[in-house]
């Protein structure tokens, strides 16, 4: 018999549908999933705990005891990254330790841990912190082709996770691109080699190829696989439940469950679908066999055409994916997830932008001191000297990178404590929104303090065509559409209301994230649609335009390489600097980069501030 671990609210809906369910579209169907018998349901994790304190105005801590409530017979899992819970850098241990436990006490049962370097360190905390709440920990490994992840290298690590205590393993396929072989090789090995933990096969339907991998994993003996609700199933997202339990039936790993209430539960969801309609985007169901050759997952891959596009350099499209190659094999081979998939993808970019290695993001750096845990392979020497210096050595972390952390627990709580007295207003309703605003300081503060807006509610829901959400649809769909015809869809608009002409992509931050915009006018006010990380994307209000900036032949004048957001000027107007001095660190694609002072002088004015966004030639200071 194989099981299965329903994704509907969890990977599903985040790779369909941007992680927008809301709760009460989830809970009328609750009773029903409940009498399945799935091995278990993933319903938090991932980008569920941000988007919804982020964009629609959800305590997550309250969706995930309402879940429990309403399917009490369903054991309900989280994708847990590690020691980055669900954000993208390291939590010191105690934090970890607490969220697991809260999560334990609010509801959730099973816990897919996994590391975006299966660096078995990083995943050592949150296991023990699992067993010792009397949860199911999970050991997941992220699923990647190289030299060193051999079918050998899986099952050693398998081994060694059954060792530490794990009560299930999992392949985690983010890309979606497993071969049937694979599959096979990879779980016939670990049940030849004796390991007896039940193992999990977690994929995407993106390659075109993962229902036979799945039949395949079946052969080898796999215990459980991960599919959604036919209505959001597919494409980016995971194969459809009701089809893969169709296809088992009579056969030697039959699920047993009841088809036909399936096909109730299917129905509800196609309502729900609907209701979502203006964040269909067609592409994100489509088949993608290219992903079995450059091996780039489907999020990391738009990111980096968007980012081509906005660096002026959308034509270096295959020169980009021959050098991700290159760059994540001098690297030693990191799976590309986040926050992985970023640091590689990004440094790619910069080397066929500027030249191999003369750009350096920050990122690229701390990936090689050792600060997101240790690279599959050694990182080649060469690379390391380029990227930390003829020193490198000194810089290199041997232990694991949250033993370099202090506990923040106690620090974050008086912060919050005092907020609430300067704010005059309860913002420490529960302990665990203590622990929403540890892991996410700025958003949190704001969800807890009232202030988050939602961006829709599910009453709101479908929104009209005259909504700049749908619009956003339409013009996936039919690019040669202007955005004039698309906002006058369904409203005859006066000349008056025509929105002013505004340049339409920028790069900004937000809360300390960084965010991919695009504008669309809309009537007389502007709406900005955005992307963050994994699977996010979301609605803002512009902030200030940015400061006028001196001709591009101004003599003195310095530069800006790339396009992107000022973070820090590190100099001040009449300051004397030397040459190759960092004068300004700028946030291009999502990574810190240093700009150098091209010759030494004294600055005479500076056209920039914190915030600003430039574009490659921009002037942004004068040095004399
Ligand atoms: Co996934």
Redesign the pocket.
Known sequence: MVQIHEQIFR?AHQ?ILATRMRTEDMLPICERIDKIGFFSFEVWGGATFDVPIRYLNEDPWVRLNKLKEAMPNTPLQMLERAMNIVAYWNFPDEIVRKFIGFAKKNGCDYFRIFDALNDLRNMKVPIEAVLETGGHAQGCLSYTISPVHTVEHYIEQFKELERMGCNTLCI?D?AGMISPTSAYDIIKGCKDAGIKTPINL?S?CTSGMTGMAYMWACDAGVDILDTAMSPISGGTGQPPTESIVAALQGTEYDTGYDLKELIEIRRYFIKVWDKYRHLHRINALKVDPEVTVHQIPGGMLSNLIFQLEEQGAGDKYFQILDETARVREEMGYPPLVTPTSQVVGVQAVMNVLHGRYKMIPNETKDYCRGMYGKPPAPIKPEIMEKVLGPNWKDEVITCRPADLLEPMWEKRKEELEAKEKELDKKLINKEEDIMTYAIYPQVGLKFLSGEAKPEFTSDELPLPITHPFTHSMIKAQFPELSKEDISNFGKPVAPTQVAPVVPTEYNIEVNGEPFEVKLEPVGGFITIEGKVGEGLQGAITPGSGQACKPPADTEGGVKSSMQGTIIKVNVNKGDDVDENSIIVIIEAMKMENEIKAPHCGKVEDIFIKDGDIVKPGDVIMIIK
């Open positions: 990977d790779s985690k983010m977690h995407h």
